[in-house]
């Protein structure tokens, strides 16, 4: 279910991959970035023996508000938090096993401009290099998103053995195969909403082209990036969802959509 990286034709890890597109100037700052970041020595993300327990992933969307005591009652073996949720479950009284960070463009969530010891922060090598900066000191390790445009023969320049993280097109979705990387099979995603009625996001409000977005019966606002959120978390669910189970809390696009048509995860 593994492979090393191997060089630049390598495939990504884990079972599911989904091609993300970046346009021609992404691609040179992806791979700038991935140059200059895989040379900071930092420790390496490495693979795990399975192992039982629960498997938490903390995003930014509205429901979060609604569903922390269910991520408090949850009581999951690790939580992962994504971009501005760190602080916010931090007030709440929750402490995160991690945050996952994988922005190309010089972006900083509070949860970098602030960091908390204790937490591990898990850093893509193609994250814009003065995150590695304002990090400086924390529990930072790094691990490499697959994308197919070239980042094979720069990390394996410096890391032969390297292994490669597939997914969909952000850090939430990523976050999943790093989970199952760590050997987890059972997923509880907050936060995980793709759609919104007043503010886009729970803490950073990104303006964007918005659109009506029409499932099963029912009619969302979101944006087109959280459009294909959903579809490429609907592509995990079936291509690994014999082997991973996945809970969704919230009442979102992200959230209806999984449970029409997975309602069978949400017998027990």
């Not at 970098?112 to 000191?137: E, F, I, Q, R």
Request: net charge negative; aromatic share 10%; charged share 20%.
């Amino acid at each position: 279910m593994t492979t090393n990286l191997g060089g630049a034709s390598a495939s990504p890890l884990f079972p599911v991959k989904i091609v993300n597109k970046f346009n021609p100037t992404q691609i040179d700052d992806c791979l700038e970035n991935i140059r200059v970041n895989v040379r900071r020595g930092f420790p390496q993300w490495h693979t795990e023996d399975p192992k039982p327990g629960k498997f938490a992933i903390v995003g930014g969307g509205p429901s979060i508000s609604e569903t922390v005591e269910d991520l408090r009652e949850l009581n999951a073996d690790r939580i992962i938090c994504l971009n501005d949720t760190l602080g916010f479950l931090i007030d709440h009284g929750i402490a995160p096993w991690g945050m996952v960070f994988n922005e190309v463009a010089k972006w900083h969530p509070d949860a970098v401009l602030s960091p908390v010891k204790g937490v591990k922060y898990l850093v893509a090598s193609m994250a814009h290099p003065s995150t590695y900066d304002m990090l400086a000191g924390f529990d930072v390790v790094q691990w490499h998103a697959y994308h197919g445009i070239g980042e094979g023969a720069i990390i394996g320049a410096v890391y032969p053995d390297a292994q490669l993280v597939g997914g969909g097109h952000n850090a939430a979705l990523r976050s999943i195969n790093l989970g199952i990387g760590m050997g987890y099979s059972d997923y509880h995603l907050f936060g995980m909403d793709s759609s919104f009625e007043g503010e886009t996001h729970a803490f950073t409000n990104r303006p964007e082209p918005e659109c009506e977005v029409v499932c099963n019966g029912r009619t969302f606002r979101s944006q087109p990036r959280l459009v294909k959120q959903v579809m490429d978390f609907q592509t995990i669910a079936r291509t690994v969802g014999r082997l991973y189970s996945f809970r969704t809390y919230g009442d979102g696009l992200f959230q209806h959509a999984h449970r029409t048509e997975f309602p069978g995860m949400y017998d027990a």
